[in-house]
């Protein structure tokens, strides 16, 4: 594994003749950050070594690199889902790749269902600390101490310093943002009204299929970690609708430009 990331991460830096510091992975609701980014290089998934393709609607698969502001940034464009059939290896090799390349400090956003029923369907909510719910774990098997611990601390995750600019920003720009614990499960399916109750006395604030793998594997490798959220739809007894995958796009693209200003305000801050 460890000859492979190589191998992916000297292509990259090849390509890019750089080394970012500020990784960005653009799950749902960061989207529009592309479009913030002049982009000096973008390379389609499929040309990059080693690398899976991604297969999910809306997210198209590139890894473009250029400038956010005055910062230069890597960003992916499309992640990979343990539910699309991926191994946890393969979701998180990107992650491995972007340590290899130069990134200290990587940043992701996801779309969840709401547990907390102070959490309203459009909030955007900064994640604080996490509960892997996922049936792998990312880092089972041989660990290479090259890579990071055997055993690696995760207490303060979610780094403290990030969080408390990003709720600056937020206030200087009066978007109401809040805070909690995401929970990670593999998906596809939504949850069952039984089952989001359950998440919600597991100790989750919202419920989701994506970035706890990434994150574990950043920990792992010592980056450090913000992570945003769009509640797309509500877990919280009595308010449950049937949901869709449109369904969550759309309300995500509803707060998407707010979103995308704090991770953009966030990097130019650092
Ligand atoms: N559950 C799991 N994942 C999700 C949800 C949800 O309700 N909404 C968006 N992603």
């Given amino acids: 594994m460890l000859e492979k ?5 000297n292509f990259i830096r090849e390509k890019i003749n750089y080394s970012p510091e500020y990784g960005i992975i653009l799950g749902t609701g960061l989207g529009g950050l592309v479009s913030e980014i002049e982009i000096i290089e973008s390379v389609p998934y499929s040309e990059i070594p080693n690398f899976p393709v991604s297969t ?14 005055t910062k ?14 991926y191994s946890m290896k393969e979701v998180t090799f990107p992650v491995r790749v972007f340590k290899y390349v130069g990134i200290t400090n990587i940043f992701v956003s996801n779309a969840s269902g709401g547990l907390n029923p102070d959490f309203k369907v459009g ?7 996490h509960i892997n719910f996922f049936p792998e774990h ?17 207490s303060g995750i979610y780094d403290e310093h990030l969080r408390n600019k990003a709720k600056q920003i937020a206030i200087e720009h009066n978007i109401n943002l809040k805070e909690g614990v995401y929970t990670g499960t593999s998906g596809p399916s939504f949850e ?26 950043a920990r792992h490798m010592g980056m450090k970690v913000f992570g945003i959220s769009i509640i797309t739809d ?32 966030l990097i130019e801050s650092i």
């Fill in 123 to 129: 909030d955007i909510v900064i994640i604080n600390d």
């Fill in 138 to 154: 990312p880092l089972r098997g041989i660990n290479l101490n090259e890579l990071g611990p055997r055993f690696p601390d995760m």
């Fill in 72 to 85: 230069k940034v890597l960003a992916m464009q499309g992640r990979f889902h343990y539910y699309e059939g």
């Fill in 192 to 217: 069952t009204p039984a089952e989001y109750k359950m998440f919600r006395i597991t100790g989750g604030d919202m419920v989701g299929m994506s970035t706890v793998p990434e994150v574990i594997v």
């Fill in 5 to 9: 990331i190589k191998v992916t991460a």
């Fill in 234 to 265: 509500s877990g919280v007894s009595g308010e449950i609708v049937e949901i869709s995958h449109s369904k969550v796009q759309e309300i995500a693209a509803k707060a998407e430009p707010d979103m995308t200003l704090i991770i953009k305000k």
């Fill in 56 to 69: 999910v609607d809306g997210h198209s698969g590139r890894l473009i690199y250029g400038k956010l502001g």
